[in-house]
T-cell receptor, first 109, second 116 residues
């Protein structure tokens, strides 16, 4: 059984700070997705990465996929209160998706 | 893209009763899923809703407890049967569009269930 661990579990920072959250798998990812979920809503897909070593940028968000495809990081530059939410990584394999434990981010104004 | 609606958005139910949650998509999709999310926690896949055949359940979830219907490519229901307080959770449906590495998963807003 694959385990997807995310760290840290909770993160509370001031507006303008930078942060990095991590996703580690006990086995190789088939493909990795990052989502953000705001209270009362479903998760929203941020990015999909499939190639080891891949780096993708989405405005102030930078996603890195480890060379061995067993880990990933999400770096946010100059965090804003609108970045507040639950960040989830997920592995898509055999047409199913299994989610990590999540990182709850709170950005204070 | 896909737009998904769920009904009800929330409900408070008594133990021993059943609740059916509806999921409607604005386009035809092959892959549809049901998840459970306890407040503040991550998502756990319950089952894949297959159109025209029985749902495929993940380990720990059974059809008698969570019967699923998928009568067509735009609609599915999940029933939470014989509820207990441990079933209090957010239930989400999702669909996947695209193929190969160019797929995207879209979620409904969720149904918040409280069992008393």
């Amino acid at each position: 059984t694959q385990l997807l661990e995310q760290s840290p579990q909770f993160l509370s920072i001031q507006e303008g700070e930078n942060l990095t959250v991590y996703c580690n798998s006990s086995s190789v990812f088939s493909s990795l997705q990052w989502y953000r979920q705001e209270p009362g809503e479903g998760p929203v897909l941020l990015v999909t990465v499939v190639t080891g070593g891949e780096v993708k940028k989405l405005k102030r968000l930078t996603f890195q996929f480890g060379d061995a495809r067993k880990d990933s990081s999400l770096h946010i530059t100059a965090a804003q209160p609108g970045d507040t939410g639950l960040y989830l990584c997920a592995d898509g394999r055999f047409n199913k998706f299994y989610f990590g434990s999540g990182t709850k981010l709170n950005v204070k104004p | 893209s896909a737009v998904i609606s769920q009904k009800p958005s929330r409900d408070i139910c008594q133990r021993g009763t059943s609740l059916t949650i509806q999921c409607q998509v604005d386009s035809q999709v092959t892959m549809m899923f049901w998840y459970r999310q306890q407040p503040g926690q991550s998502l756990t896949l319950i089952a894949t809703a297959n159109q025209g055949s029985e749902a495929t359940y993940e380990s720990g979830f059974v059809i008698d407890k969570f019967p699923i219907s998928r009568p067509n490519l735009t609609f599915s229901t999940l029933t939470v049967s014989n509820m207990s307080p441990e079933d209090s959770s957010i239930y989400l449906c999702s669909v996947v569009t695209g193929q190969g590495s160019n797929y995207e998963q879209y979620f409904g807003p969720g149904t918040r269930l409280t069992v008393t």
